[in-house]
């Protein structure tokens, strides 16, 4: 069974940084395309940031110059780095890799969500 664990959130001050991983464990075959969603309060999951097995990398407007998101595909691992962080940023961020497990098949498979809260 493939489980995917996120860690790194927090509570940081407005203009300080954060680096959330997220790591698949389990029966993996093959990787594909990684990123993160969040979702605030009140408001929709929206994907902020991904990156595909080619390294093809996009951002959502609102995080560009800021965040960083790179993996490690030989870990099965998703990072994002966020720089220069505001309080719109307050989130449960969650992570997704389409992995290919026993099945054969590629699926989506997403972390728990971790909380980050930017706040003075």
């Known amino acids: 069974q493939v489980q995917l664990v996120e860690s790194g959130g927090g509570l940081v001050q407005p203009g300080g940084s954060l680096r959330l991983s997220c790591a698949a464990s389990?029966?993996?075959?093959?990787?594909?395309?990684m990123g993160w969603y969040r979702q605030a309060p009140g408001k929709e999951r929206e994907l902020i940031a991904s990156?595909?097995?080619?390294?093809?990398?996009r951002y959502t407007d609102s995080v560009k110059g800021r965040f960083t998101i790179s993996r490690d595909t030989a870990k099965n691992t998703v990072f994002v780095q966020m720089n220069s962080l505001k309080p719109e940023d307050t989130a449960v961020y969650y992570c997704?890799?389409?992995?290919?497990?026993?099945?054969?098949?590629?699926?989506?498979?997403w972390g728990q969500g971790i909380q980050v809260t930017v706040s003075s």
């Open positions: 990156i595909t097995t080619d390294g093809t990398i």
């Open positions: 997704y890799e389409y992995l290919k497990d026993a099945s054969q098949l590629f699926s989506k498979y």
């Open positions: 389990g029966s993996i075959l093959d990787t594909g395309s």
